[in-house]
């Protein structure tokens, strides 16, 4: 059975704390991905990495790094969070066959900047 | 960047109802996929569609592909409290997928 766990389900963290959300994938796929979703905005790609130690820009990267030392885990990085990156975070893979591209994705992070 | 818009945004009916869902941009998708996800869970996939015009059918869910492949929409017949969730449609363009606003359903027992 295919599985994306995430390290934590919920988080709350300070204003300008470093912040790590970690994901790992047990199925072998290349492709991870990592998502804010937010009411009404659906979700919305941070950043992505097709290999190990390579990564992408997603359509909001700003405020956010990742890193990907091993293809079974994908880090998400905020540096310096900030209120607006309140959100649920939620972390996908997929195999590296384009044609379907079909995400499995793990179960989310509440995080909570105050 | 790419825009799917789903509507309704917010669904309530009773159990038993039928209802459609629509997933709409200006954009050609090479495939469509349809998402569900519960409260507290992250999406799980329902579908894939790929073919314009194609039509799948998942027990009591009808999924539909536009012709011109930049449309999809979702019907559910005799709707079930289990239906409850967020519906999610994403388009894929090659590279990423990009994902509609979501529609809100609740079916009331």
């Known amino acids: 059975d295919v599985k994306v766990t995430q390290s934590s389900r919920y988080l709350v963290k300070r204003t300008g704390e470093k912040v790590f959300l970690e994901c790992v994938q047990d199925m072998d796929h290349e492709n991870m991905f990592w998502y804010r979703q937010d009411p009404g905005l659906g979700l919305r790609l941070i950043y992505f990495s097709y290999d190990v130690k390579m990564k992408e820009k997603g359509d909001i990267p700003e405020g956010y790094s990742v890193s990907r030392e091993k293809k079974e885990r994908f880090s998400l990085i905020l540096e310096s969070a900030s209120t607006n990156q309140t959100s649920m975070y939620l972390c996908?893979?997929?195999?590296?066959?384009?044609?379907?591209?079909?995400?499995?994705f793990g179960p989310g992070t509440r995080l909570t900047v105050t | 960047t790419q825009l799917l818009e789903q509507s309704p945004q917010f669904l309530s009916i009773q159990e038993g109802e039928n209802l459609t869902v629509y997933c709409n941009s200006s954009s050609v998708f090479s495939s469509l996929q349809w998402y569900r996800q519960e409260p507290g869970e992250g999406p799980v996939l329902l579908v894939t569609v790929v073919t314009g015009g194609e039509v799948k059918k998942l027990k009591r869910l009808t999924f539909q592909f536009g012709d011109a492949r930049k449309d999809s929409s979702l019907h559910i017949t005799a709707a079930q409290p289990g239906d409850t969730g967020l519906y999610l449609c994403a388009g894929d363009a090659g590279n990423m997928l990009t994902f509609g606003g979501g529609t809100r359903l609740m079916v009331k027992p």
């Open positions: 996908a893979s997929s195999l590296k066959d384009r044609k379907l591209n079909e995400q499995y």
